[in-house]
């Protein structure tokens, strides 16, 4: 495997990103995460989707820290500071779910609260459903475990076509499609900061083909069966979904559904939010989330 590793001057001086990098190898990839606060009985997991990468919870980090939380957001294989192996191939669904679930596991995490969106919520329900023990509550936001069963929103087929046909990837761009605010510069590049070239869009570009679409896909069954697992996940199950997320809008009713733990949940929309909540309501989410926490506490 071809690996690339952005250079750490790309990261210097981003705005509101003071936190420390902590790195971990897996299968000689080394995983950047962050690890901040120091309360083992509450741990938050902040698991960010693509383009994005850790900085998405930037506004949210200092306020879970303050609520007396510790929090650990990863950056995914071939995002952020992380290594990002060079070729389309080594970039699959099984293979991002299995690094993660590794990084987990090497480090031991316990007493966790899930908060995933998009690609983040593909790799983390997996995770969360194959190791109950380490989970105490989940809280999805704008993405859930797609089959390929069903047919997938317009919106998304056409990003999907995009990621796979443009020769233009520019990583500020889609983020400032996916938010409902204008984005300052400054922050559009703290998120283009981790691809210097196209040489390391591997894993952005190739990750749309990897949402199964089909029922021939290889994550079908995997998906289908976690979606089966979380038909007996009696823990407390949130759904936070934005309002203005025209990929992911209505995905939230499938989970209230069939999920035992999301029954008598204050399920919440949050208004004035694309498809990167974070970005556009990060102070919000933090306080959705400490509420969750403080209302399900045992």
């Not at 952005?204 to 069954?221: A, F, G, K, Q, Y």
């Not at 759904?239 to 029954?263: E, H, L, N, Y």
């Amino acid at each position: 495997m071809e690996i690339l590793r952005t250079p750490d001057e790309r990261f210097k001086d981003l705005p509101d990103y003071p936190f420390q990098a902590n790195y971990i190898d897996v299968e000689g990839i080394r995983i950047h995460y962050l690890d901040e606060g120091e309360n083992e009985e509450e741990l938050i997991l902040l698991m960010h989707g693509e383009p994005s990468w850790s900085y998405l919870y930037r506004n949210m980090i200092p306020i879970l820290i303050k609520a007396g939380f510790r929090i650990l957001a990863p950056d995914l294989v071939g995002f952020g500071k992380s290594d990002k192996p060079k070729n389309k191939q080594d970039h699959s669904y099984a293979n991002h779910v299995r690094w993660i679930e590794k990084w987990l596991n090497k480090l031991d995490l316990q007493n966790i609260t899930l908060f995933c969106q998009d690609w983040g919520s593909l790799i983390g329900l997996r995770v969360a459903v194959a190791n109950q023990d380490r989970f105490k509550r989940i809280v999805l936001s704008n993405g859930g475990l797609p089959t390929g069963a069903g047919r997938m929103s317009e919106a998304f087929l056409q990003w999907q076509k995009y990621s796979q046909t443009s020769p233009d990837f520019e990583v500020g761009a889609i983020i400032q499609m996916g938010t409902a605010h204008d984005t300052p510069e400054d922050i559009l590049n703290a998120y283009r900061a981790p691809f210097p070239d196209d040489s390391f869009h591997a894993g952005p570009r190739v990750m749309p083909s990897l949402v199964p679409t089909s029922p021939n896909d290889p994550e079908h069954i995997p998906n289908t069966q976690a979606r089966e697992q979380f038909k007996h996940w009696t823990k407390p199950f949130l759904t936070c979904f934005s309002d203005s997320d025209p990929i992911t809008q209505g995905g939230d009713r499938m989970w209230q559904k069939i999920v035992p733990g999301a029954q008598g949940v204050n399920h919440t929309v949050v208004e004035g939010g694309g498809h990167f909540v974070q970005e556009d309501c990060g102070p919000e989410l933090a306080e959705i989330i400490i509420k969750f926490i403080e209302d399900t506490k045992s």
